[in-house]
């Protein structure tokens, strides 16, 4: 079988989306498809591409309804397109993020192959919705029809496009990858840390867990914030304005970095405020055993079942939310019980298990065939 992943952000500028599809081409490789991810190019138009990677149309910078900057294609030449349609002879193209434009609508009117559709992001909340809802919804009409499944990652990922079909729509989660993500062999070091990773951008809410954590007065506590973004200088100054010597902004980290910190911080917390379908960084905690704090927001609310519950705050409640970050990092016992149940439930969401599914849906289309 030969299958197409469609991408429409530039795959070597990383993200959330594209780190599925190039965790999905893996591990279908290994299973012994032939399988190709297509993605715009970049705007440095002479790099060499990945092994198996499709590059086309001409890439441009756009800002998202999620505050976000991503580089899409923004421009398409259909010959290209027919030419990669008929060169590769696909029995699949699975399309990520279809409703971005404007690679999938022009790809899928040259399609001759079984057609698979992903919804990732959730439409974000306040009064902007109804606005980019209108500008989306009659693209996002047209492509439908040309889908032979629809899939999401989550229900908060499916509920718009749900307002527009009433076709089936299977939801699979994102994943990680469980061999990569997994707790320190010793001990956790004895300094109390919480730990952030993620964009510096108003909906990540950083400037709840800063005020939360001045709340908590631990001056032995220190706060880790990893990643860049518009608000980091912000940030720093209201952390200073706190007097809170024991902030520290670590910039950008590696991925390698990424996993150590992981490890080793007391908590991890995320207080993202809107704009979650999922939440792949806290599978990435839970599989390396640390305890988690997190916003209430749909997508959080959709991968913290169980006894996660108690991960989830209001991270506009400042008090509620030190009391919660103060209980995972000071109760041991709590800690121990969230540890047992993040160490069996982060297991649904290894990339096997997720490939599992796709490949399932995969041979029920080509079957059809």
């Known amino acids: 079988m030969r299958i197409g992943l469609v991408c429409p952000y530039n795959i070597g500028l990383g993200g959330g989306v594209q780190e599925c599809v190039m965790a999905a081409q893996a591990e279908l490789k290994k299973r012994g498809y032939e399988v190709y991810i297509i993605t715009p190019r970049s705007r440095a138009a002479r790099e060499n591409p990945p092994k198996d990677t499709i590059l086309v149309g001409a890439g441009a910078d756009v800002r998202s309804p999620f505050s976000t900057t991503a580089q899409i294609s923004a421009s398409m030449n259909p010959e290209e397109l027919e030419r990669i349609v008929d060169e590769y002879n696909f029995d699949i193209l699975h399309f990520h993020e279809p409703w971005v434009p404007v690679l999938s609508r022009q790809l899928l009117s040259k399609s001759k192959s079984k057609n698979i559709a992903t919804f990732h992001a959730r439409m974000p909340d306040g009064v902007m919705t109804k606005t980019i809802e209108k500008v989306i919804t009659p693209y996002t009409k047209s492509i ?44 956790k070091p004895a300094q109390k840390t919480i730990l952030y990773v993620g964009r510096l951008e108003r909906r990540k809410g950083v400037n709840l867990l800063i005020d939360a954590f001045a709340r908590l007065g631990d001056q032995e506590c220190r706060l880790l914030i990893a990643g860049n973004g518009p608000d980091r200088e912000k940030l720093e100054t209201q952390a200073r304005s706190r007097n809170l010597t024991n902030v520290e902004f670590l910039g950008f980290v590696a991925e390698a970095e990424k996993i150590r910190l992981l490890r080793e911080a007391t908590v991890f917390c995320s207080p993202a405020i809107y704009g979650e379908s999922f939440g792949i960084v806290l599978l990435e905690a839970m599989a390396c055993g640390t305890p988690t704090v997190a916003a209430n927001n749909p997508g959080y609310v959709s991968v913290m079942q169980g006894r996660g519950l108690i991960s989830l705050v209001n991270p506009e409640d400042t008090e509620q939310f030190a009391r919660r970050l103060a209980l995972m990092l000071y109760d041991e016992d709590v800690a121990n019980l969230w540890r047992k149940w993040a160490k069996k439930y982060v297991k649904q969401f290894d990339y096997v298990e997720v490939v599992n599914q796709y490949e399932k849906l995969y041979k029920q289309l080509y079957e059809q065939s």
């Open 144 to 187: 439908l029809r040309s889908f032979d499944a629809l899939t999401a990652v989550s229900e908060p990922a499916a509920q718009y496009v749900r307002s527009l079909t009433d076709d089936e729509i299977t939801i699979i989660p994102n994943g990680i990858d469980l061999k990569k993500y997994r707790p320190m062999r010793t001990k």
